[in-house]
């Protein structure tokens, strides 16, 4: 049970991310609660990278989802670093892709996809956490 979500984690988080690139910046965008903390809901101990967050609607069924507010061109990177540091194992190890890069990391308590996406010289950086069970 726990590999089927980690694949929609895969297979969902690869989509949104290429979804991402292709919005429309004239549409007037939704104001968004940013805050120096992790959004309710999304796991304190899971490693995170940047100072503010605001929360990121998952499309992964059971999945908590965030961004990272101001995240920079070695955001993703970092992420990657820090799961990697904490002893996450590596399911879907990120490509060398810099426009859009995806990897998904898990230990015995989460699955943690992370999301960088590179648009005309702006950066985005999302995670999504599904708590095991």
């Given at each position: 049970?726990?590999?089927?979500?980690?694949?929609?984690?895969?297979?969902?988080?690869?989509?949104?991310?290429?979804?991402a690139?292709?919005?429309?910046?004239?549409?007037?965008?939704a104001?968004?609660?940013?805050?120096?903390?992790?959004?309710?809901?999304?796991?304190?101990?899971?490693?995170?990278?940047?100072?503010?967050?605001?929360?990121?609607?998952?499309?992964?069924?059971?999945?908590?989802?965030?961004?990272?507010?101001?995240?920079?061109?070695?955001?993703?990177?970092?992420?990657?670093?820090?799961?990697?540091?904490?002893?996450?194992?590596?399911?879907?190890?990120?490509?060398?892709?810099?426009?859009?890069?995806?990897?998904?990391?898990?230990?015995?308590?989460?699955?943690?996809a992370?999301?960088?996406?590179?648009?005309?010289?702006?950066?985005?950086?999302?995670?999504?956490?599904?708590?095991?069970?």
């Amino acid at each position: 049970m726990r590999f089927k979500k980690i694949a929609a984690v895969v297979a969902t988080v690869g989509s949104l991310t290429f979804l991402a690139g292709c919005g429309d910046d004239t549409a007037a965008e939704a104001p968004q609660t940013t805050a120096a903390t992790v959004p309710d809901g999304f796991p304190k101990d899971v490693p995170v990278v940047g100072t503010m967050f605001t929360p990121y609607d998952s499309q992964v069924d059971d999945a908590v989802g965030m961004e990272v507010v101001g995240a920079t061109a070695t955001s993703f990177d970092d992420a990657v670093t820090k799961l990697r540091a904490a002893k996450y194992e590596e399911v879907l190890s990120p490509g060398p892709a810099k426009e859009q890069r995806d990897a998904t990391f898990a230990n015995a308590k989460y699955t943690v996809a992370v999301s960088g996406v590179e648009t005309e010289g702006r950066f985005r950086l999302t995670y999504s956490v599904i708590v095991a069970g």
